[in-house]
């Protein structure tokens, strides 16, 4: 009994100054902010976690923004959450810079800067992506943020003060952002044999996003998973151990060779789709090595991360580029993912009519223009006239292009570039 | 200023004698006529034509060639200053205190065209060759954790301002406290005569290890910087070489080492060069006609009778051809054979 009542002291003594904090800040905030203030007070955190424990106590700094309540502060008490999802692809921007995954490929984790800047203890804090570099502040907030705030607010799922979970284990939490034509997954889901049933009979009887990609309860999302977010194949260690733990959890419903046999046939069309997707870059880069794109490369602006590189992987942009450009994003960003994820998500409409379909009518497509442009009747704007310089420069980055290709040796570079730099001008001329 | 700086550092080095002694000697057989006083470590910068001289005195001055006629262009003591190629603008930097910096582009009548506030402690102010006004600063922001050191280039062209962030450190709490009060002096810069080319430190101080300096070469007409060599953390003076090929880099006992910019390290560290020692006092511009402004202390005198500096045409070939070398689109050798077909 006096034991008991030793921990019941203790416990009072531990909880009394965080609703004393609490109730400082609750007198005011049930006015100002009244939703925060209810759903703080029904969740589980109105217990033990006071307002300071996440917000700090420093008011104006919060109010300047200084104060987010970001992954690190609930990782101080979620540990094991914390760390499964700092690991997993939601998690990648925490090592990566806040902002796009797809750098991920061209970085060693083992180096220091794939976490830190040059010389700096402090994290890498610079976005490297070109389409979140190339939005005004309004859209990089409300396009991009909104979903890749995840690599760092727990929020992004949870909602801020909610602690319920049985709201993040149905499987719209995810829609919010696993949606659209980039990456359908929630409408794939919703329409295929294993949303049907989730739709008609409830959980027990069709799996969600949750029970493949969160078994157990795990953050980490990347359990499973083949494919980097670049769509590139991870390698063949991390490949046959993630597929080993898919077809584990596909065995609670399916015999091991029916999940092979599924699995092994999504792969099958991923190489096949990304076979299409090969042979409209190589007609991409032929154009563009014969100065056919237009705008050209010199004429639209700088690439924020390139320069004047041709970019057409994880890093291309949508806008200020040619048609076919246009065409070969709409192939590679919607087409492809519609046809892989298609399958591996069980969806036949997905997989064929919106994606294999539309992969190979686009390839058409750029066949077609790639045959007008080298035809010369691409365009009826007159091309801007170029200053011999400029010329020269152009010339030069395709002719580097090329080499660094490995679709020019070493002697032939060098000539071909002698021959160019005889038309650098010489002073007044 | 810059732009006329042909003879550099090996002016510098064959003359140190002369300088070292209180009262200056002339560096040749001509005799020295003192021109003005100047505010303590003044500033000063001659036009490119050698007949107006700005300088540093209870505010900025501008004084006529022979010293008898002048004008005040400000109440304030500039902190660097610079005539633009075409003698039509002064620059002129002057100190707000706390890492502001003001910068202000007079024109040649002493009237304000434009002025801007930068946030950094002032590294260098000059003109490239071709007219756009460069400013190299440091910012040095101190955190429990330790300091948040960057290095920026402003490039002014006209009154449009752009950025170059040069380095963006984090350094240790001891760091600071060593550091904080030298960083004007261990952050050295030198453009190179064109002005398109900048080789600097930067101080490297990770986690664990000493900290150290990176010789740093950029050409801000684009992104991207290469690493030339690692130093110790000390003072050094850089100066680029007469054609721009390498720079030499001076110790504070009077070692000199030039390093060649375009070639490998191993190379960079076989030629150190014999040593000479600098005097630290005295300031020295060359001009086109081998007249010079010599400082020393309050002093400036002026000299002549030295080799004419010259001027070396630079059009936009030159300038695309450093353009292309740098972003390696051509090597370091067809960039001097194409200099020499087009007879640069």
């Known amino acids: 009994m006096k034991t008991w009542l030793q921990i019941l002291a203790l416990a009072l003594l531990t909880v009394m100054p965080l609703s004393a904090l609490a109730s400082d800040c609750v007198e005011c905030h049930r006015d100002a902010t009244p939703g925060a203030v209810i759903q703080w007070r029904a969740s589980a955190h109105a217990e033990t976690v006071g307002c300071a424990e996440c917000h700090g106590d420093d008011h104006d700094r919060t109010l300047r923004g200084e104060a987010p309540v970001d992954a690190k502060v609930c990782g101080r008490c979620h540990e094991e959450a914390y760390n499964e999802h700092v690991a997993s692809k939601h998690g990648m921007g925490l090592h990566s810079g806040w902002g796009c995954t797809r750098n991920l490929k061209t970085r060693d984790p083992h180096e220091c800067r794939f976490c830190h800047e040059e010389g700096s203890t402090q994290p890498k804090t610079t976005v490297q992506c070109a389409r979140f570099l190339t939005q005004s502040a309004e859209m990089r907030s409300l396009g991009c943020n909104r979903c890749h705030q995840i690599e760092t607010s727990c929020a992004s799922c949870h909602t801020n003060h909610l602690t319920d979970l049985s709201s993040v284990r149905r499987p719209e939490v995810c829609a919010t952002c696993h949606m659209g034509p980039d990456h359908p997954q929630w409408e794939m889901w919703q329409t295929s044999r294993h949303g049907i049933l989730y739709a008609t009979l409830g959980e027990s009887s069709g799996p969600t996003c949750q029970t493949c990609h969160m078994a157990n309860g795990t953050h980490d999302v990347s359990v499973g998973i083949t494919m980097t977010p670049a769509m590139q194949p991870f390698s063949d260690a991390v490949r046959a151990r993630n597929r080993a733990e898919m077809i584990a959890l596909c065995r609670q419903c399916h015999s091991p060779s029916f999940a092979e046999r599924e699995l092994a046939a999504g792969d099958a069309i991923l190489a096949q789709s990304q076979a299409l997707i090969d042979e409209a870059e190589s007609i991409i880069r032929e154009l563009a090595d014969r100065g056919l794109l237009a705008p050209s490369l010199l004429e639209r602006p700088e690439h924020p991360l390139r320069g004047r590189e041709l970019v057409i992987d994880g890093q291309m942009l949508y806008e200020d580029i040619s048609h076919i450009e246009r065409l070969f994003f709409k192939m590679k960003k919607y087409d492809l993912a519609k046809t892989v994820k298609g399958a591996f998500h069980q969806n036949p409409a997905y997989t064929h009519w919106y994606g294999n379909a539309e992969l190979k009518m686009t390839l058409a497509d750029i066949r077609a223009e790639a045959s007008r442009l080298r035809q010369g009747r691409a365009s009826n704007v007159a091309p801007v006239k170029l200053d011999r310089l400029a010329e020269v420069d152009e010339a030069l980055r395709v002719l580097k292009g090329k080499h660094d290709r490995g679709a020019l040796n070493d002697d032939d570079y060098r000539a071909e570039k002698q021959k160019l730099l005889l038309m650098v001008p010489a002073a007044g001329e | ?344």
């Open chain 2, 1 to 344: 200023m810059n732009s006329l700086r042909i003879l550099t550092v090996f002016f510098v080095l064959v003359l140190a004698g002369c300088l070292a002694v209180k009262a200056p000697r002339s560096l040749n057989d001509q005799p020295l006529v003192r021109l003005a006083t100047l505010d303590i470590d003044g500033v000063f910068a001659s036009d490119h034509s050698g007949q107006r001289i700005a300088l540093g005195k209870n505010g900025l001055l501008v004084v006529s060639a022979d010293g008898q006629e002048f004008f005040r262009v400000n109440e304030d003591s500039p902190l660097a200053l610079s005539w633009s190629p075409d003698n039509n603008s002064l620059a002129a930097a002057f100190s707000l205190g706390d890492e502001i910096t003001r910068v202000v582009v007079y024109t040649a009548d002493g009237t304000p065209r434009f002025e801007k506030k930068l946030p950094v402690t002032l590294d260098r102010l000059i003109w490239s060759r071709r007219g756009d006004l460069l400013v190299v600063g440091h910012a040095l922001k101190i955190f429990t954790f330790g300091g948040n050191l960057r290095q920026v280039l402003y490039r002014f062209d006209e009154a449009t301002l752009s950025e170059t962030l040069l380095s963006d450190t984090t350094i240790k709490p001891t760091s600071v406290k060593r550091f904080k009060e030298h960083l004007p002096l261990l952050l050295a810069n030198s453009f190179s005569s064109s002005g398109d080319e900048i080789v600097y430190f930067r101080l490297h101080d990770p986690p664990e290890f000493p900290a150290f300096l990176q010789m740093v070469h950029r050409n801000w007409q684009i992104g991207g910087e290469r690493l030339l060599l690692r130093f110790p953390v000390d003072q050094f003076g850089l100066e680029w070489v007469a054609d721009d090929t390498a720079v030499t880099v001076l110790g504070r006992g009077g070692a000199a080492l030039t390093v060649p910019v375009w070639q490998g390290a191993a190379e960079k560290l076989s030629e150190a060069q014999p040593g000479a020692s600098i005097p630290r006092t005295a300031r020295l511009q060359v001009l086109q006609d081998g007249s010079y402004l010599l400082a020393e202390g309050r002093n400036l005198y002026r000299g002549a009778g030295l080799p004419p500096a010259g001027s070396r045409p630079d059009d936009a070939a030159s300038w695309q051809l450093r353009r292309w070398r740098f972003e390696g689109l051509i090597t370091p050798q067809e960039y001097v054979n194409r200099l020499q077909v087009l007879g640069r």
